[in-house]
């Protein structure tokens, strides 16, 4: 099988990851026509990851979205439960295998989003980039980021979402069916997996029922902003705890 089904079996969606590394971040910038760089921008403004503090980067892949929390002092993990993405990474950065080390700043580690293997309360700030949507439980997941963050630290997810505009939604919905595996099968080394990416955007919650879902999770000030006319929605919540409460910060 070269990509998974919409329940989301880890191991399926492990190995359609795996085999499509190679080529992972060029054909995501193709295929976003080079949006995905402002969401990572977005996303590490977002996380305002500062000396001494900690990140966590869940479905980090190849770690090309860790690499901005390291900017401005901050330590960063890349996790993912997709090896081959993860080694893929590490090569790219001159190193061999995958053995958790530090890689230029940045160190890979194995795991899976839904027992993850951290200590409680070791994370200033959690963050996920188009990975919840390919959890089989992104309840459990965000109750286990919430575990693994400090009292009053952040979590930041960045995730497709559902335009707001009725005319567009409808425009980018023909271009998610149609187009996409398209331009995937023409530079993808596993362009049955954009199939996936295609269906599992569609059937995702919107970004009000998102919040919901993470409020209900435990975590606390919730907001949420659309980027790219609501492509992609950002979103922001706090662990209850001190420096929890944070007046005046935007998302």
């Not at 969606?13 to 080529?23: I, L, Q």
């Not at 080079?34 to 000396?51: F, L, N, S, V, Y």
């Not at 049955?192 to 059937?203: G, T």
């Not at 000030?221 to 006319?229: G, I, P, Q, S």
Request: charged share 20%; proline share 5%.
């Amino acid at each position: 099988m070269t990509r998974a089904s919409l329940d989301k079996q880890p191991r399926e969606v492990a190995a359609m990851f795996d085999r499509t590394a190679k080529r992972y971040d060029l054909v995501n910038t193709v295929l976003s026509l080079g949006q995905d760089r402002t969401w990572r921008r977005a996303t590490a403004a977002a996380i305002d990851a500062g000396p001494g503090e900690l990140v966590l980067d869940l479905a980090a892949g190849t770690g090309t979205s860790t690499d901005a929390f390291t900017m401005y002092g901050a330590r960063a993990i890349a996790c993912d439960f997709s090896l081959g993405m993860l080694r893929t990474g590490v090569a790219r950065r001159g190193g061999s295998g995958l053995y958790g080390g530090g890689v230029r700043g940045v160190t890979f580690i194995a795991g899976d989003a839904l027992r993850l293997p951290f200590k409680s309360e070791t994370f200033d700030a959690v963050t996920i980039s188009f990975g919840l949507r390919n959890v089989a439980d992104p309840a459990q997941a965000l109750r286990e980021m919430l575990r693994v963050t400090k009292p009053g630290g952040r979590l930041v997810i960045c995730e497709f979402s559902r335009p707001p505009a009725r005319w567009f939604d409808l425009v980018y919905s023909q271009y998610l069916m149609r187009l996409l595996p398209l331009v995937a099968r023409l530079l993808s080394s596993n362009p049955d997996s954009y199939e996936y990416l295609a269906e599992s955007i569609r059937a995702w919650p919107d970004q009000a029922a998102l919040a919901k879902l993470i409020h209900e999770a435990g975590w606390e000030k919730v907001a949420w902003r659309n980027l790219t006319f609501g492509i992609v929605a950002l979103h922001r919540a706090f662990k209850p705890g001190p420096g929890a409460a944070r007046p005046g910060d935007a998302v």
